[in-house]
């Protein structure tokens, strides 16, 4: 029942809509309250575009030419018009984030991945959300997707959600979302077109404050020694949004800080897909790629630019080498574009990997394939406080 007064209240609060735009605030500055370009359900012409309706309703129908209520005892607890989560492709926020074919979002809706936002790689053709994540099991063997399922089962009883949560908002509020780049798909992202589209999951502790996150100061990728990779066919321009200049992560959100919140939880998230079991334990403060110090003359030499400089200790972030919600690639959603040009992780095996390594390192020390010894958590044999990845 409070979740049904907190969104009769919301609705209240932003009647308004319906004939104007009004003042502006968290949720009208976000995509989904854009007055111009936000919320538009074609079956809802009654209401303005960014209005909570498009989204709940009130009394459970509109009209009679949408979906049915959530379930034969009415709505759900959020007043959504259908149901909120039920599988990997059948998803509330899917209804709208499908593409241009077939959603409720007048106009469609197209979503790029990572890689091409970020990387600049325009071959990739993901276009939405849904797509995203239908790669892996059991749509594909050759690709990877966060299991949504998964995350439900994760954050249920954590940070103030419910077995009713959807696992999408794990990582975004709807309510403050942005868009990144915002409202263009037809481009990747630049400085004029920056938003901040996920929120700390810990942080819905206190829901009602609730915010985006990586658009303050002191949650940028510049907290740590930070390198941008390049931009897909290019050795001057770098991610996440194309300058020529800005390297070192004050454009960039820490997503190391955002993915840890989960991925450096006790006990780790479970994986059904790898049969059940428990995620590594990513402490990126212990390891090579992260906070843990690693430099020396023979590891700058086997680097590529741009993170040749010596004496540095670079941090990555984990969308440096991993989309958000899928990849093609085969295993633990590995980038297609990685620091300016491909990977292709078509299945576990050496080869496959290396493409990705390869990237960022020559690796003329070892006659053997990268995953043989790197992965995070792998330990050097002759010194177990060192790890190697």
Same mark, same amino acid.
């Given at each position: 029942?409070?979740n ?5 209240? +919301?609705?209240?609060i ?5 004939g104007?735009?009004?003042?502006a605030?968290?949720?009208? *500055?976000?995509a ?10 074609t079956?809802?012409?009654?209401y303005? @575009?960014?209005? +909570?309706?498009?989204c ?8 009679g030419? /949408? $979906? ?12 959504l018009?259908?149901?909120?989560h ?5 998803n509330? #926020?899917?209804?709208c984030h ?37 790669y892996?099991?059991?749509a ?10 998964d995350i439900?089962?994760?954050i249920?009883?954590?940070?103030g959600? &419910?077995?009713?949560?959807n696992? #999408? ?10 868009? *990144?780049p ?9 400085s ?6 996920v929120?700390?999951?810990s942080d819905? =502790? ?11 100061a002191?949650?940028k ?12 066919g290019?050795t001057?321009?770098y ?6 200049t ?7 959100t820490d997503?190391?800080?955002l +993915?840890?919140? !989960?991925?450096?939880y006790? $006990?780790?998230?479970?994986? &059904? ?8 334990d ?6 090579v790629?992260?906070?843990?110090a ?10 590529k630019l741009?993170y040749?400089?010596?004496e540095k200790?670079?941090?990555?972030? #984990?969308?440096? !080498?991993h /989309? $958000? ?11 297609? /574009?990685?620091?300016? =040009?491909? @990977?292709?992780?078509?299945a576990? @095996?050496?080869?496959?990997?290396? @493409?990705? +390594?390869?990237r #960022?390192h020559t ?5 053997n394939? !990268?995953?043989n ?10 010194n ?6």
């Amino acid at each position: 029942m409070n979740n049904m007064k907190t969104i009769f209240l +919301c609705l209240a609060i932003l009647i308004f809509l319906v004939g104007g735009v009004s003042n502006a605030g968290t949720y009208l *500055d976000s995509a989904h309250g854009n007055s111009t370009y936000g919320v538009d359900r074609t079956s809802t012409t009654q209401y303005a @575009t960014g209005h +909570c309706a498009h989204c709940h309703e009130q009394h459970a129908s509109i009209g009679g030419d /949408e $979906p049915s209520p959530d379930s034969p005892a009415g709505p759900d607890d959020y007043l959504l018009f259908s149901d909120n989560h039920t599988s990997q492709t059948v998803n509330f #926020c899917f209804g709208c984030h499908r593409g241009t074919v077939g959603g409720y979002q007048t106009g469609g809706l197209v979503n790029r991945s990572y890689s091409y936002r970020a990387g600049g790689w325009t071959s990739d053709t993901l276009d939405n959300i849904l797509q995203a994540f239908t790669y892996g099991p059991p749509a594909s063997t050759t690709s990877s997707s966060h299991k949504l399922d998964d995350i439900k089962t994760f954050i249920t009883g954590k940070w103030g959600y &419910t077995a009713n949560s959807n696992p #999408c908002i794990a990582c975004h509020n709807p309510h403050a979302v942005q868009g *990144d780049p915002a409202n263009s798909a037809s481009s990747a992202k630049s400085s004029g077109t920056r938003g901040y589209p996920v929120s700390l999951p810990s942080d819905h =502790a206190d829901k009602y404050v609730w915010d985006v996150y990586g658009d303050d100061a002191g949650e940028k990728m510049s907290n740590y020694v930070y390198q941008a990779p390049y931009r897909s066919g290019s050795t001057s321009i770098y991610e996440p949004d194309g300058s020529t200049t800005t390297t070192d992560g004050t454009n960039l959100t820490d997503y190391v800080t955002l +993915c840890t919140d !989960c991925h450096h939880y006790s $006990p780790t998230p479970v994986s &059904t897909r790898l049969g059940n079991t428990n995620l590594r334990d990513i402490d990126w403060a212990a390891s090579v790629h992260g906070g843990k110090a690693s430099w020396s003359k023979t590891d700058a030499d086997e680097r590529k630019l741009p993170y040749k400089a010596e004496e540095k200790n670079y941090v990555l972030a #984990c969308t440096d !080498c991993h /989309e $958000p919600h899928g990849s093609p690639n085969y295993c633990y959603l590995i980038r297609k /574009e990685v620091n300016g =040009a491909t @990977t292709a992780v078509a299945a576990d @095996t050496n080869t496959d990997w290396d @493409t990705l +390594c390869t990237r #960022c390192h020559t690796y003329t020390h070892e006659s053997n394939s !990268c995953i043989n010894c790197h992965y995070h958590g792998a330990l050097h044999e002759s010194n177990p406080n060192q790890p190697l990845f």
